[in-house]
C-alpha cells in the first residue's frame, strides 16, 4: 500500500541554505517539511569553522536584517569575534567569528525542532514528481513543468506545493584522499545517490564541481609557541541586530598563525603525480579563490611561503583545522608537509585533508527569485546553484523559502537587486553569469559597496522582512527610530555653526587641526581625518546622546557623503535599466544587427530586463543599445494592435 503524506512545501536538505528555506516557510504559516541524510548533519560545518568574513560578513548581516536565522545563532555559538579590514574604508568592514561547530549544529537543530509549522526527516530524497501543463502564456508555444511533490529512496511520497532543492555537495559525491576514493558526502556521510537522474530527466543542466578542505589535527600535538597568537576583538560587535551588544561580551578562544615553506613545496612538487586534482581523477572544478595548497603551489611559484590558520573547532574538543592548508594528497604525504610547518613538526592527524566532488546545476536555469524557469513551484539554493560558502547558500536557502512561501500564499515573490544587498549581487552573479566554478562571495563583486556595508544593512533590509512577515513590528520599528535619530543628528551636525573664536581655534590646534579663517560648521569639522564625533563634543554644548550603532551610521554619512551622493546616482540610472522589461516571448531572432554570440547567449539566459541582459558575458553595450531600439519598435507595434 502506497504511503503518502500532504504538506505545503518540502525542503531537501538541512545544511545552511535548507535550514535558512524551512524556517522562512514555516515562519510564514506554511506546513513543511526538511529532508536530511542524517539529523546529525543539521547546519553541519563540514569545512572551516567560522561564519562571516571579508564580504561573508555583509551577507549574514543582511540574513539577519530579512528575519533569518544565521546571525542569531552565530551569536549563541561563536568562541571568538574580529572585525576584519578597519585599516580599510567602512565599506569593506567585515566580521568573522569563529564557532563552536558542534554548537552551532546543536544550537541550529533546536531552533528547528521548536519550530511551528515544522517537521524534520531523515529520508533521502531520490526523485521529484512533476508534470507537464500547457503555459498561462499560449504565445510561448511550449509546455511548463510543475512540481507537485517527491519521493524517498523508501517508497513514501510527499505531495506538497513547492520544493526548495538544498541539497549541497552531497549529490553523487565522492570523496578523494590521494589513491583513496570513498562514495560519500562531507565528513562521511551519506551521499545522495538518487535525485540527480530525476533532475536530469526533468532536463535539467548538471554540472560537476570539486571542494576541498584541510585536515583536523590534535591541538596536544601542536606547539604553539612557534605560531603567532591571534586575538578577538576586546569589544565584541554581534552579527544579529537582535543580539544584545551585552551578551556577547565572552572570554574569546585564540588562534595562531605559521607558515609553510619551501620543505613543505618541494613535498608537494614532489608528490603531485599522487593528486587527484593531477592526476587526472578529479573531474569537477574546484574554487578559484580557496584553492587548495597543491594548486597554491603550482600556481604561485614565486611565494616563498603561504599563511597557515590553526583555529579550535570548538571548546570541547582538541581537534585543531588547518586554514589555508586543503588538500586531497594522500595520508602518507600529508603527515610529511603538515609536519614541515613550524609548531607541526609532531602533528597527529585526526581527520584527513580531502576533495569532495559532487553534482550541481548551472543556475542560468534560474530566475533571480531563484525559481527554475520552466518548473512551477521548483526552487534551488546554496551549493547546488554552484557555490560555494556557508554565507552563500543561507542567504540563497531564505530568499528561495520566502519565494516558495509567497508562491503558495499567491503573493509577489521577491527580487532583491545588486543595488540593494550583497545578496542581490550574489543571485544576480549565478544566474547572469557563466561560473564554470564554485562562486565565492567578495567586496570587489559589489559596484555599489559603499552603500551596501555591513553596518547598515537593517537600514537596507529590514522593511522588506517585515513586509514578507519574517521581522517583527517591534524590531521594524527600532529601525525607523534609528533611522529617524540618524537623520536628525546629521541636520544638526550640518547646522550648529563654529566660529574662529579663541577657544575653537585652540581646540584645533590641540588635535593637530587647521584653523579656522571663517565660520564653519561641526558636520564639516567631522569630515577632517584627524577629527572625530568623540573628539568634537568638547565643542559641540548641544549634543545629545545617542547609541553607537546611530553614532556609526552618522559618522560614515557625513564623511563619505559626497561619495554616497555620486553612487546613489549610478544605482538611479541602474534601476532604469531593471525597469526595462523584455518580453516572455521575444524572440532574439527577429532582432535585426544583433551579433550571433549575443543573440545565443540571451536565448541561453532568457533575462527578465534590460539590465540584467547588460551582465550577461557576451553581450555588449553595442548589443544593448540594438535590443533597446527594438524593444521600442516592439511596444509600438504591440500598441497597434491593441487599438
Known amino acids: 500500500m502506497e504511503n ?47 561564519i562571516g568574513g571579508s564580504s561573508k560578513g555583509h551577507l549574514v548581516r543582511e540574513l539577519d536584517a530579512l528575519g533569518g536565522e544565521m546571525g542569531r545563532n552565530i551569536d549563541k555559538t561563536f568562541i571568538q569575534s574580529k572585525m576584519l579590514n578597519l585599516s580599510k574604508g567602512p565599506a569593506v568592514h567585515s566580521l568573522r567569528a569563529q564557532a563552536d561547530k558542534a554548537e552551532y549544529s546543536r544550537s541550529m537543530r533546536r531552533v528547528l525542532e521548536n519550530q511551528k509549522n515544522l517537521t524534520i526527516k531523515q529520508a533521502e530524497v531520490c526523485k521529484l514528481l512533476w508534470k507537464n ?9 511550449k509546455e511548463t513543468k510543475k512540481i507537485y511533490g517527491v519521493q524517498t529512496f523508501t517508497g513514501t511520497i510527499y505531495e506538497c506545493k513547492a520544493v526548495v532543492l538544498c541539497t549541497g555537495t552531497y549529490l553523487n559525491a565522492r570523496c578523494l584522499c590521494g589513491e583513496a576514493i570513498t562514495y560519500t558526502g562531507p565528513n562521511g556521510l551519506q551521499a545522495a545517490g538518487h535525485l540527480t537522474d530525476s533532475l536530469i530527466s526533468m532536463g535539467i543542466e548538471i554540472r560537476r564541481f570539486k571542494t576541498g578542505t584541510p585536515a583536523r589535527m590534535d591541538r596536544r600535538s601542536l606547539d604553539f609557541s612557534k605560531m603567532e597568537e591571534q586575538f578577538g576583538d576586546e569589544k565584541v560587535v554581534p552579527f544579529s541586530f ?24 618541494e613535498i608537494i612538487r ?4 599522487r593528486s587527484p586534482i593531477y592526476a587526472g581523477v578529479i573531474e569537477g572544478t574546484g574554487p578559484r579563490y580557496c584553492p587548495s595548497i597543491e594548486d597554491k603551489v603550482v600556481k604561485f611559484a614565486d611565494k616563498e611561503r603561504h599563511q597557515v590558520f590553526i583555529e579550535p573547532e570548538g571548546l570541547y574538543t582538541n581537534e585543531m583545522y588547518v586554514g589555508g592548508m586543503s588538500s586531497s594528497l594522500p595520508e602518507d604525504v600529508q603527515l610529511k608537509m603538515y609536519r614541515t610547518v613550524p609548531g607541526m613538526e609532531n602533528c597527529k592527524i585526526v581527520r584527513n585533508a580531502y576533495a569532495i566532488e559532487y553534482d550541481c546545476l548551472n543556475p542560468k536555469q534560474l530566475y533571480s527569485t531563484l525559481r527554475f524557469k520552466d518548473v ?3 526552487y534551488s539554493a546554496g551549493q547546488l546553484n554552484g557555490s560555494s560558502g556557508y554565507e552563500e547558500a543561507a542567504a540563497q536557502g531564505l530568499i528561495a523559502g520566502i519565494n516558495a512561501a509567497q508562491f503558495i500564499l499567491e503573493k509577489d515573490e521577491i527580487i532583491i537587486d545588486r543595488s540593494e544587498a550583497y545578496i542581490g549581487v550574489l543571485i ?16 570587489s563583486r559589489a559596484e555599489y559597496r559603499l552603500l551596501l556595508r555591513q553596518d547598515n544593512a537593517d537600514l537596507r533590509l529590514c522593511e522588506k522582512g517585515y513586509q514578507v512577515g519574517l521581522v517583527s513590528k517591534y524590531q521594524y520599528e527600532k529601525v525607523i527610530c534609528k533611522k529617524s535619530m540618524i537623520k536628525k543628528e546629521i541636520e544638526r551636525l550640518k547646522e550648529v555653526k563654529i566660529g574662529a573664536s579663541k577657544v575653537n581655534q ?6 593637530g587641526s587647521a584653523i579656522l579663517k571663517t565660520g564653519t560648521t561641526l558636520a564639516e569639522l567631522l569630515c577632517r581625518p584627524e577629527l572625530d564625533y568623540n573628539i568634537i563634543a568638547e565643542i559641540d554644548l548641544e549634543r545629545k546622546p545617542l547609541p553607537e550603532d546611530v553614532i556609526e551610521q552618522v559618522v560614515i554619512e557625513i564623511k563619505y557623503e559626497g561619495y554616497i551622493e555620486r553612487q546613489l546616482h549610478q544605482v538611479e540610472q541602474f534601476k532604469k535599466m531593471e525597469k526595462r522589461k523584455i518580453p516572455d516571448n521575444i524572440n532574439y531572432d527577429d532582432v535585426p544587427s544583433l551579433r550571433i554570440e549575443a543573440r545565443q547567449k540571451l536565448k541561453s539566459f532568457h533575462p527578465v530586463s534590460v539590465g540584467q541582459a547588460s551582465r550577461i558575458s557576451g553581450v555588449s553595450p553595442a548589443d544593448i543599445s540594438v535590443l533597446l531600439v527594438y524593444l521600442e519598435q516592439y511596444k509600438k507595434d504591440k500598441g497597434k494592435l491593441c487599438q
Open 376 to 378: 512551477i513551484g521548483l
Open 133 to 141: 501543463i500547457d503555459n498561462i502564456n499560449a504565445e510561448k508555444q
Open 242 to 265: 537582535s543580539t544584545n551588544p551585552e551578551d556577547v561580551q565572552i572570554e574569546q578562544v585564540s588562534c595562531y598563525l605559521t607558515y609553510t615553506n619551501e620543505k613543505t613545496h
Open 506 to 511: 585652540d581646540f584645533l590646534i590641540r588635535h
Open 270 to 273: 614532489d608528490n603531485l603525480d
Open 428 to 443: 544576480d552573479d549565478l544566474v547572469t553569469k557563466d561560473n564554470f566554478e564554485p562562486y565565492r562571495m567578495m567586496t
Open 4 to 50: 503518502k503524506e500532504i504538506v505545503d512545501v518540502c525542503v531537501v536538505g538541512a545544511g545552511h541554505a535548507g535550514c535558512e528555506a524551512a524556517l522562512a516557510c514555516a515562519r510564514l504559516g506554511l506546513e513543511t517539511i526538511i529532508f536530511t541524510v542524517s539529523v546529525d548533519s543539521i547546519a553541519l560545518m563540514p569545512c572551516n569553522p567560522n
